[in-house]
Structures are given as structure tokens and as C-alpha cells.
């Protein structure tokens, strides 16, 4: 009976435990954005205040690396002989501090090396750039920066593929940004910029806060489960274009895009906030500022007639001109608080495992 008595106690410990880890994943983010500052200072604190993070994360960051790439003088003078430097299986926080200037280069970060961060000079912010494009690469390999490794950071760090907008003619003229393929990823203070499949948003937890994006069809795309905090969605070009395809295949997929305090601009009318790419996305938009250009029915209708019972595409408390619901397609998702603080928190992304502040040092690049 003693020993009964032990393991029951021993199972509540447990489940305190486990609830005072997880409090940071069910707290939602504010709906007043002058709160929002102090929501991420309290929920994604610097690891020494934080519990229940990732074991090999809190080893990975116990004793950090910091290594330069400045073509006037830096330890490396390109970005991909930084990465080369680090080793396979890594198992220590990298960072890799770029020079301000344009580094013409097409990037790819191997699964086998984790735990890297790219880190750029916030007032001065280095320009990846290059022109790949699915002709000659393959649509998610033409991005200019690939990601396809774990806990991968970037902050202050501009990415661009400079190939031509496409005509509608020329076949394999897609060209992306970036291709986000790890698990467990954060984006702050990025920029990313292309016409047609900007951002793959491919598979993984991702978190993106105070970032830009700009795109014209499909520019954040893919089967990724990801919070955008603070985002602008910036949409170019002209004739139709659409925000997000967001790849979810079935119904029991916990995949999906959730948009808050982000802003929609753009030029011209008639943007989509998303398309059913494949038969199940999942996409929402909560204290959103959506101006005029957003098209009133809000998402493109689906071309397959089966799928409008199938997309979940929400919309929660947004703002602006182009925010009005009175004429959304009648597939558009009407979400309550509770359905809602479902994609407001950190739990979405299992944040609470994971998700650190940008580093301090980036102050003194």
C-alpha cells in the first residue's frame, strides 16, 4: 500500500510538473498590440529563466560559438564556407555573424548540422541573394537559402531570389526564397522577397515575429505548422495572386498557418488570403490589418467543388477595409474564442519546447 501511496504521489509531482512547463504554451497572444511586447518577453524568455525545454537544446546552448563572415576581413569570406566550417552532427549553438553587404550565393544548411543561427546587423542588414529558378533546379530547390537542418535561427538577415517575375509563358519560372524544411525554426527580423513561391514553408514547427514578406502567387506555401507574429505580407505584380497555399493533405494533419498582428498591403485589388492547394489547409488570420487590396470573397474559390468541405480557413477579430466578412466565400471558417486561442498560443508550434529570444550578441555586430 506504501509503496502504492509513492507512486501515486510521484504521478501528481509528474503532472504538476508538466503543467507548470507547459503554462507558456496556453497563454494567447493579446488582442491589444501594445501587449504583444511583453507577452513574448514573459512566454519565450532567455533560456536560464526557462524549463521544460529540449534537453539537447539547453546542452547546444550551454557553450555558444561565434564565428565572422566579412569579405573584407572576416574569419570566412563566404557565407558557405562559414556553414562548411560547421561540423557534421553538430551538437553546439553556431552563430555566424554576417558583415553588412549583398553575398551572392545560393545556401543550403544540411540536416546533419543543426543548431546554427544566422545573424545580421539590424540597422545594416546582409542581402543573401540569388537567381535559381525550378527550370533549372526544381521548384522547392530553387530557393535561394535552404534550411533542412533542426533549431535553426535567423535574425536581421534579408533573403532574395532576383530571378525574373513569371510571364505565365516560360515554364519552371518559379523562384523561391527560401525553403524551410527543419523542424523547430525562428525567423526574427527577416526580410524575404520573390515573386512566385517566396517562402516553402515546407514541414516543421517554424516562428516568424516582425518579419516581411513579399511575393504575388502562392508565396508561402507548403505543410508546415507555423505562427507568423507581426508579419507584413507585402503582394506584388498584378493579375491573380494569393497569399498562402498551404499543403495540408488529410484531416488529421496538425499542420497549418496562423497569421497574428500580421498586415496584408499590397498593390492593385483582388488578393487572396489563400487557395486550396491540396484538399485540406489549414490558415488563419487573427488581429489582422487587411487593407483594400485584399479581394472581398477573401479566398479564391476552390476549383474542386469537394474541397470547400474540407479547407479551414479562419479569420478572427481582423481590422482594416479588406477585413470586412459580409462577402467571404461561404467555405470561410466563423471561429469563436475558443477555436481561435487554438492559434494564438505557443502550444500551436510546441513552442514551450523550444523557442528562444534572438541572442544578445546581436547588438554588437
Not at 106 to 135: C, E, Q
Not at 335 to 343: K, L, Q, S, W
Not at 344 to 363: N, R
Request: with cysteine; net charge positive.
Amino acid at each position: 500500500m506504501r509503496c502504492t501511496n509513492v507512486s501515486i504521489l510521484l504521478a501528481l509531482v509528474m503532472v504538476f510538473v508538466t503543467q507548470m512547463v507547459l503554462a507558456d504554451d496556453v497563454t494567447p497572444i493579446p488582442e491589444a498590440k501594445v501587449q504583444v511586447e511583453q507577452w513574448f518577453k514573459t512566454n519565450v524568455a532567455p533560456l536560464p529563466s526557462r524549463k521544460g525545454l529540449d534537453p539537447a537544446l539547453v546542452a547546444a546552448e550551454a557553450e555558444p560559438r561565434t564565428i565572422t563572415v566579412d569579405p573584407k576581413g572576416g574569419e570566412f569570406k563566404t557565407l558557405t564556407d562559414a556553414i562548411k566550417s560547421v561540423p557534421a552532427a553538430n551538437t553546439k549553438r553556431v552563430i555566424i555573424k554576417i558583415a553588412p553587404g549583398e553575398y551572392r550565393e545560393k545556401v543550403t544548411i544540411d540536416r546533419n548540422k543543426p543548431f546554427i543561427t544566422l545573424m545580421g546587423d539590424p540597422k545594416a542588414m546582409p542581402v543573401i541573394t540569388f537567381d535559381g529558378t525550378a527550370a533549372k533546379f526544381g521548384t522547392v530547390d530553387s530557393a535561394t537559402l535552404i534550411i533542412l537542418s533542426d533549431y535553426f535561427m535567423a535574425v536581421n538577415i534579408v533573403v532574395k531570389n532576383t530571378a525574373p517575375a513569371p510571364d505565365g509563358k516560360a515554364k519552371g519560372a518559379q523562384a523561391l526564397s527560401m525553403r524551410i524544411s527543419g523542424n523547430k525554426a525562428a525567423f526574427y527580423n527577416c526580410k524575404f522577397y520573390g515573386f512566385q513561391d517566396t517562402i516553402c514553408d515546407d514541414t516543421g514547427n517554424h516562428f516568424f515575429k516582425d518579419c516581411y514578406v513579399e511575393g504575388t502567387f502562392d508565396f508561402i506555401f507548403g505543410s508546415g505548422t507555423s505562427l507568423y507574429l507581426g508579419t507584413q505580407l507585402h503582394v506584388v505584380g498584378d493579375g491573380i495572386r494569393v497569399i498562402t497555399a498551404h499543403a495540408g493533405k488529410t484531416a488529421d494533419e496538425k499542420t497549418g498557418y496562423s497569421f497574428v498582428h500580421c498586415k496584408v498591403t499590397g498593390v492593385g485589388q483582388g488578393i487572396y488570403l489563400g487557395r486550396a492547394w491540396m484538399s485540406h489547409p489549414k490558415v488563419v488570420y487573427a488581429y489582422t490589418e487587411m487593407t483594400s487590396v485584399v479581394n472581398p470573397s477573401g479566398w479564391q474559390e476552390n476549383k474542386i467543388a469537394a474541397h470547400d468541405k474540407t479547407v479551414f480557413y479562419g479569420e478572427y477579430k481582423c481590422v482594416g477595409e479588406g477585413a470586412q466578412t459580409d462577402k467571404r466565400v461561404p467555405f470561410t471558417q466563423k471561429i469563436d474564442t475558443t477555436v481561435a486561442n487554438r492559434f494564438l498560443t505557443l502550444g500551436y508550434i510546441e513552442g514551450s519546447k523550444w523557442l528562444l529570444p534572438p541572442p544578445a550578441v546581436a547588438a554588437s555586430i
